[in-house]
């Protein structure tokens, strides 16, 4: 194989930015008393609870951790055979699921890492193939291991497909996970650093999305591409102090 030599660009390129480390002095909301808000936005009041398995009951997610690094894949294709809701709540613990609360509930630990453990991300699900689970728009609620129903709808991942550009394939999943951003939650600590430390956070996030799904002879895609105002609009985000940044396809293969 050839190896060609890295092209040199010489031009100033202002997104690149965003990749550096900032050092530029500020000072944080914390370091002005500020309270830092709360660790997981609370859901609507009036929004059903379905509690989910609990981790330390899980059964499934037995594979050993080499084999399932061994064939991650991002796949694309997947069977009409439902997940069950044990599968679920094992991929959203997975991906972003409370190990911890300290402080009074002001501190938390999560199956994930997060700088300053810090954790901006929430996780919304639309659910088109779960066993039990009729198809809509859900949140899972990482304190309480719990999914909030916020809107049945059969369509749901149809039009999840259509906001990411149709990319037709995502209508088939059994669920589309939604993650999204808290920004205020980071910048409270890291101010202007905030936006890289965040999708860094929900690399990781989702990484644990693929082994988790590839854990359970299932599969992930995640997804990057998708119209801000058309997907934050289907999840009920004001695309300011919260909106998607990510998502991620789950289902059998
Ligand atoms: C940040 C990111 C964004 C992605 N966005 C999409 C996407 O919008 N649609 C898609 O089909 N695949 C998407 N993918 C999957 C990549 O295409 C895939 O990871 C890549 O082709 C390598 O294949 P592998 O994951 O099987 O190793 C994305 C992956 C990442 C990490």
Same mark, same amino acid.
């Given at each position: 194989?050839?190896?060609?030599?890295?092209?040199?660009?010489d *031009? $100033?390129?202002?997104? @690149?930015?965003f990749l550096?480390?900032?050092?530029? =002095?500020?000072?944080?909301? $914390?370091?002005?008393?500020?309270p830092s808000? =709360?660790?997981?936005t609370?859901?609507?009041?009036d929004?059903e609870r379905?509690?989910l398995p609990? #981790?330390?009951?899980?059964?499934?997610?037995q594979? #050993?951790l080499?084999?399932?690094i061994g064939?991650r894949?991002?796949?694309? @294709?997947?069977?009409?055979a =439902?997940l069950?809701i044990e599968?679920?709540?094992?991929?959203?613990?997975?991906t972003?699921?409370m190990?911890?609360v300290f402080e009074?509930?002001?501190?938390?630990?999560?199956t994930v =890492?997060?700088?300053g453990?810090?954790?901006?991300?929430? &996780?919304?699900?639309?659910v088109?193939?779960v066993?039990?689970? #009729?198809k809509?728009l859900?949140?899972?609620?990482?304190?309480?291991?719990? &999914?909030a129903v916020l809107?049945?709808?059969?369509?749901?991942l149809?039009?999840?497909a259509?906001a990411c550009f149709d990319? @037709?394939?995502m209508a088939?999943?059994?669920?589309v996970l939604?993650?999204?951003a808290v920004p205020?939650?980071?910048?409270?600590?890291?101010g202007?650093?905030s936006p890289k430390?965040i999708a &860094?956070?929900?690399? *990781?996030?989702?990484?644990?999305?693929?082994l988790?799904?590839?854990?359970?002879?299932a599969?992930?895609?995640a997804?990057?591409?998708y119209d $801000?105002?058309?997907v934050?609009q289907?999840?009920g985000l004001d695309g300011n102090d919260e909106?998607?940044i990510y998502?991620?396809t789950?289902? @059998?293969?």
């Amino acid at each position: 194989m050839s190896n060609p030599k890295q092209p040199q660009t010489d *031009h $100033q390129n202002p997104s @690149r930015e965003f990749l550096k480390a900032r050092s530029e =002095p500020f000072v944080s909301d $914390q370091q002005k008393g500020i309270p830092s808000g =709360p660790v997981e936005t609370p859901p609507p009041d009036d929004a059903e609870r379905i509690a989910l398995p609990a #981790p330390d009951a899980f059964s499934c997610g037995q594979m #050993p951790l080499r084999e399932v690094i061994g064939q991650r894949r991002s796949r694309r @294709r997947f069977s009409s055979a =439902p997940l069950t809701i044990e599968e679920l709540a094992f991929v959203c613990w997975a991906t972003l699921g409370m190990q911890k609360v300290f402080e009074g509930g002001h501190v938390v630990w999560r199956t994930v =890492p997060s700088a300053g453990a810090r954790h901006a991300l929430q &996780l919304y699900l639309a659910v088109g193939n779960v066993q039990g689970l #009729p198809k809509g728009l859900y949140r899972y609620l990482a304190l309480e291991h719990a &999914l909030a129903v916020l809107k049945t709808d059969n369509a749901i991942l149809d039009k999840t497909a259509r906001a990411c550009f149709d990319q @037709r394939w995502m209508a088939r999943a059994a669920a589309v996970l939604f993650f999204s951003a808290v920004p205020y939650r980071m910048e409270w600590r890291y101010g202007p650093a905030s936006p890289k430390l965040i999708a &860094l956070d929900a690399g *990781h996030a989702c990484q644990n999305t693929y082994l988790a799904a590839e854990s359970l002879g299932a599969g992930a895609c995640a997804v990057a591409a998708y119209d $801000q105002t058309r997907v934050d609009q289907l999840v009920g985000l004001d695309g300011n102090d919260e909106f998607v940044i990510y998502l991620a396809t789950v289902g @059998r293969v």
